[in-house]
């Protein structure tokens, strides 16, 4: 999940929060723990979605790593066989 949906997710909450307090046919107490309950049932889910990012993340971080070291190892493995390749060429004229 993107840091923009967090926000808006966020906002949203905020908003949702307001409107409900305004239009609120309980008593204050009870609209206050209702949306304190809520409040923390989303603060939970977004928790959630932001460690599901952060793993996401991490995955990715992990396989273009692993990737780009797989990339690296097949460049050494080429640059030496350039060199023997040059090697034994040169070695054909040194004779």
């Known amino acids: ?16 929060t307001g409107i409900g ?6 008593k204050g107490s009870r609209t206050r723990a ?3 309950r809520r409040g923390a049932d989303k603060t939970d889910e977004l928790k ?6 952060v793993a996401c993340a991490n995955e990715k971080m992990e396989s273009a790593k692993a990737a780009a070291t797989a990339a690296v190892d097949k460049g ?7 060199k023997k ?6 070695g054909k004229f040194v004779h």
């Open 21 to 26: 307090l305004l239009f609120a046919p309980q």
């Open 85 to 90: 390749e040059v090697k034994k060429e040169a």
């Open 76 to 82: 050494k493995h080429a640059v030496e066989d350039a």
């Open 34 to 36: 209702k949306l304190f």
């Open 1 to 16: 999940m993107s840091t923009g949906k967090l926000k808006l997710g966020a906002i949203t909450l905020a908003i949702g």
């Open 48 to 53: 959630e979605k932001y460690d599901e990012f």
